[in-house]
């Protein structure tokens, strides 16, 4: 069985989806490893690195010709010309660009999207969404101390007492207590909200107060553990409600996601005008649109002296450790799927009957398997008509 570990092409992309060290545990599994000159330069990891564990250099074109197995950061839109009996496995956006999936279904190859990964006990180490928001909420800090024109602890000095920044965090998802995490780190006041009731004790765990709102969320959390979007007089009514703390901060970070959908607005622009000069709002929804309606992502904007971040892709700042994450979860997962024999074999052994692997699987045999996917196709085409 041979792996081959393709450059990545989307613009901005600086991960990799498999380090040197992941190569010499797939070496150690009994796959052989192709490389494309430079995959992992921009993480930090030069082409000899991957050669000292085994790993073989090959062109773009061989490495998609003849590795049975793709592993990529970015697997969609495809970066190769894929071909029947070849598996690519990384993240997919299958419910945000469920079309582009259909389109990559016609070349008969089998696509397995990280994104998908059940909130199992048994898929926790593969659990690359998480891990990647672990360094979005970490980062999205970092960015807010940068741009605040004020210090985040409170210091006793000889020129006098520096009073705390006041942060406040929306969304308590792993992004969210990650920022808490460092917010806190770094000497803040923090206090944090989420629709689910049942995060309260882990935000004061981290140190935060937990804002209450009392407004009445149905379902807020889905049986993964996502928070559930919610319909407009539910968000309108949490706006109205929190902007009293928003007025009160010094940093808003914002980071609620629900899967396939536009990033819920949660903070408008009546909201940023209440906050003081010098304020700074970091969007990390911005890349499904954002939670502020001021955010342009990748873009810095200033309204009436407040700064809005809106970083689209976070991990890829951070590209050593945020692929040394990802490449412990691919390999992870690839380990997972090519059971105890698999390596030995020419083409992956899929086992549709276990929930790993079904959960994950959006292609196979020319056609979308993903029941969810297909929906969402399903209703594209009547909206079509």
């Known amino acids: 069985m041979r792996v081959g570990i393709p450059k990545e092409t989307w613009p901005g992309e600086t991960r990799v989806a498999v380090i040197p060290a992941g190569a010499a545990t797939l070496k150690k599994a009994g796959v052989d490893v192709a490389i494309e000159p430079g995959a992992g330069a921009s993480a930090g990891f030069p082409d000899g690195a991957y050669e000292q564990q085994g790993a073989v250099l090959v062109s773009r074109s061989e490495l998609f010709a003849h590795a049975e197995i793709v592993l990529q950061v970015r697997a969609i839109p495809v970066g190769g010309a894929l071909h029947k009996d070849q598996t690519v496995i990384g993240f997919a956006d299958p419910l945000g660009a469920p079309e582009l999936i259909e389109q990559a279904a016609a070349t008969g190859a089998t696509l397995m999207s990280m994104e998908l990964m059940p909130r199992i006990t048994r898929a926790q180490s593969m659990d690359a969404l998480s891990a990647m928001a672990t360094i979005t909420g970490y980062k999205g800090v970092l960015l807010a101390a940068s741009a605040l024109p004020r210090m985040f602890p409170m210091l006793m000095t000889a020129a006098g007492t520096l009073s705390a920044a006041r942060v406040f965090i929306v969304g308590a998802g792993v992004a969210g207590l990650q920022a808490i995490a460092t917010a806190r780190r770094l000497g803040a006041k923090v206090e944090a909200y989420d629709v689910r009731p049942a995060v309260k004790e882990q935000v004061q765990s981290l140190g935060a107060k937990f804002v209450e709102l009392p407004i009445e969320s149905a ?116 380990v997972h799927l090519l059971g105890k024999t698999g390596a030995q074999q020419t083409t992956m052994p899929i086992d549709a009957t276990d929930e790993i692997t079904r959960e994950t699987m959006l292609i196979r045999h020319g056609e979308v398997v993903h029941p969810r996917v297909r929906e969402m196709l399903d209703a594209n085409r009547l909206l079509k008509k």
């Open 219 to 334: 379902d807020a959390e889905d049986k993964g553990g996502y928070a559930k979007a919610q319909d407009e007089s539910f968000y309108r009514r949490q706006r109205e409600m929190m902007i009293k703390v928003v007025a009160g901060s010094d940093v808003v970070i914002t980071t609620a996601l629900i899967p396939g959908k536009r990033a819920p607005i949660l903070l408008t622009a009546e909201m940023v005008e209440a906050m003081s000069p010098g304020s700074v709002v970091v969007d990390l929804a911005a890349e499904r649109g954002g939670n502020c309606e001021l955010t342009r992502p990748d873009e810095t904007v200033v309204h009436r002296g407040v700064t809005i971040l809106g970083p689209s892709n976070p991990p890829a700042s951070v590209p050593y450790h945020a692929s040394q994450m990802y490449s412990k979860n691919i390999i992870t997962f690839l």
